[in-house]
């Protein structure tokens, strides 16, 4: 076969989630398939993480847009290459290609009831492109994958999409994000010392953010310990309008804005984590939460869409709308030495669960199966 995948940001200095998922998958895929010819078509940038090998051959597609690069550059680019199926990876596509397509779905927030609070004009137009995009693609994608059983049966649900062309494949997470003993103490880059809690947050309001902050606050008036929060992702000026809107400005001197965290830095900052917060309102699935638990650092995390499936019903589950159960989750943490044992030993034991190895297995053999189709 002659595969093509899209992976337009993956040359970009400051990744995220989706940018990461594709660029393991094609790694794993490189590790294993020595069968098959690959096209990876991305947007040039400085970080070349992906290497030609003899049957990789990494193609750099120059547009000056996200919609344009997708639309006009990317299928006709396939199709100069010939290849025989084109996988998608960011919820989106060409509309117009007779180039078979699998698609990757990894959720349909954007085709749900919306907070309009969410000032980011880069994640307006996001938005409003998935919404104008996927509903004119779905017909004519051979495959859809999507990420979790709770995204499938919500895409299944909402869309009306057959059974047949669904697939869930889960995402993996990285073998470096493990117990180590961090002599470098990469985490000293971001916060003075160890034993605070870290959060993931951004302006998008499914992440969260205000409730977490103001949990903190109360956790910091009951505790005897007030462990410092590092927040990454998140402006200092944002931070302080949470802060300053919800009277609680006494909380300032414990949290430090990290900004944008490099991922090699990630393992140290777990590992010196007391605990992470992934306090999400929804989630696809959670790469964040199989890294922290691989590192043996507790999560709390929520028990809504797709959190529960991934870090197990034993998890240390709250209830994301109520900032008190956050705060309550900290404070056990803190508190109770055998429950925090317990939590830390069982996200050890539930990552197991995961692999990109399997990942990658999963789509070669979609891959196999579309083409069979043919």
Known sequence: MKIGIEAQRIFRSNKHGMDYVVLQEILHLQHTDLRNEYF???????????????????????CPSYPLW???ALPRAAKDAGVDILHCTSNTAPIFT????????????????????????????????????????LGMCRRIITVSNYEYENIVSKLNIPRQRMRMIYNGYNEWFKPIDDKECAYGKYIRKS?????????????????????????????????????????????????????????????????????????SIYNAAFAFLYTSLRESFGIPLLEAMACGTPVITSNTSSMPEVAGVDAALIDPTDSNTITDMMLRLENDVDYYSRIKDYGLNRVNMFSWNHTAES????????????
């Open 98 to 137: 007779s180039i078979p397509l699998v698609l990757t779905l990894h959720d349909i927030i954007f085709l749900e009831p919306r907070d309009k609070s969410n000032k980011s004009l880069y994640q307006n137009m996001g938005w409003l492109y998935r919404r104008l995009v996927v509903p004119r693609i």
């Open 363 to 374: 789509l070669l053999a979609l891959y196999d199966e579309v083409y069979n189709e043919k």
């Open 70 to 72: 997708e639309q006009w």
């Open 195 to 267: 034993g605070y809690f870290f959060f993931l947050g951004n302006t998008d309001p499914k992440k969260n953010s205000e409730r977490t902050i103001v949990a903190y606050a109360k956790y910091l008036k009951l505790s005897s310990v007030k462990r410092e929060l590092l927040i990454a992702d998140l402006s200092q000026e944002i931070i302080d309008d949470i802060l300053k809107r919800n009277d609680i400005e006494y909380a300032r001197d414990y949290i430090v804005a990290a900004g944008y965290v490099d991922n090699k830095d990630l393992v």
């Open 40 to 62: 990876i078509f991305v947007k040039p940038g400085p970080d070349h993480c992906v290497k030609d090998t003899f049957n990789f051959h990494v193609i750099e597609v120059n």
